[in-house]
C-alpha cells in the first residue's frame, strides 16, 4: 500500500471533523476529489477505514491505527521543517495549540503576539476548547501544545506552570453590591446573569459547577466577549463571572466593581501540557519556553 501526505493528511482532517464533507473543506479539496482518495485508500488497505452514517463518520479499527500511525509521520515531518527552517526562510512550520477560554482571550494574544513577530516562518493554529478535551487532543496526537486547568486528569502528559486565572463577580459600580470584596457562588446564585454564548467552554465550566451546587445560572442574555457582559453588567441588565483580569480591564471605563469568588473551583492553575517536550519540534520547544518563561 501507498499514501502520500496529502492523504494522511486529509485522512486525519476527516476523522478530526467526524464528515468527509467537512475534512475536505479544512483540506481545501473539492468533495468528489476528498472521497475517491478515501476510497482509494480503503482499496489498498482492504478494509474499511470510516464507519459512515447518519452523523458523519467514524474511524473503524483499522482507521483508528491508520489515524495514529498519520500523526507520528505528520508530526516528524513537521519536526524536520522546524529543524531545516533555519535554513530555509521560505519554509513554513505550524504549531497545533489548543486553549481554554480564560487564557485565549486574557493571556495568549500578548504572548503570542511577541513570539509570532520574531518567527515569521512560524504559523499556529489556535483552537479554543475544554481542559478535557485539551487533555484528548494533545495525548493522541492532534494537538501539539495545550493550555489547561491544572485540575483536570492529565494522565501521562507533561504539565509547566503557565499562569493563575481567578474568576470574579461582576456587578455595577452603584449597586448592593459596592462594599463587598468578597463571596461565596451560593450568595448570588439566585441572580439573574449575564453569560457567554451556548457552547463556549468557560461557560460549560461554569453552567457544571452552578448545577453541582443546586443552583442553574438563569441567564438574561448571553454575549460572546468579556467586554460584553460587563457592559451589559454596567447598565444594571445582571451579573457576570468573567476572569479577575477581565474585570480589571473595563473596571474604569465600564463602571463595575467585581467581587472575588470564594469558592475553590473560581481560582484556577493554567498548564501547558505536551506529550514529550523532548520530543517536540525546536519551534514548538521555542513557544513552550516562550510561554512558561523557562530556558
Known sequence: MRFDLVDLRLF??????????????????????????????EE?????????????????????????????VLR?????????????????SQIRLLANTASMTEFLPEK??????????????????????????????????????????????????????????????????????????????????????????LQDYLGDHAARAGHPLSYRIRMRTFEGICQMVSHGVGLGIVPETAARKYRKPMAIHSIRLTDNWATRRLAVCVRAFEQLPPHARDLVKHLTGSS
Open 112 to 201: 503570542l503576539a511577541a513570539y509570532l513577530a520574531s518567527r515569521p516562518n512560524v504559523d499556529i493554529d489556535l483552537k479554543e476548547r475544554l481542559s478535557t478535551e485539551i487533555v484528548k487532543a494533545v495525548a493522541n496526537g492532534s494537538a501539539d501544545i495545550g493550555i489547561i486547568t491544572d485540575a483536570v486528569d492529565h494522565g501521562n502528559l507533561e504539565l509547566r506552570p503557565f499562569a493563575i486565572d481567578r474568576l470574579v463577580l461582576v456587578t455595577p459600580r452603584e449597586s448592593q453590591w459596592t462594599d463587598r470584596r468578597r463571596s461565596a457562588f451560593a450568595d448570588v446564585a439566585d441572580r439573574e446573569f449575564i453569560g457567554l454564548s451556548a457552547g463556549s467552554p
Open 12 to 41: 486525519l482532517l476527516v476523522v478530526e471533523a467526524g464528515s468527509i464533507t467537512h475534512g475536505a473543506t479544512r483540506a481545501n479539496m473539492a468533495l468528489p476529489s476528498a472521497s475517491a482518495r478515501l476510497r482509494g485508500m
Open 76 to 92: 516528524q515531518i513537521e519536526q524536520m521543517r522546524g529543524e531545516l527552517g533555519e535554513f530555509s526562510r521560505g519554509l513554513k
Open 44 to 72: 489498498a488497505i482492504g478494509l474499511p477505514l470510516l464507519e459512515r452514517g447518519r452523523r458523519g463518520v467514524e474511524p473503524t479499527p483499522a482507521g483508528d491505527a491508520l489515524a495514529h500511525h498519520a500523526r507520528i
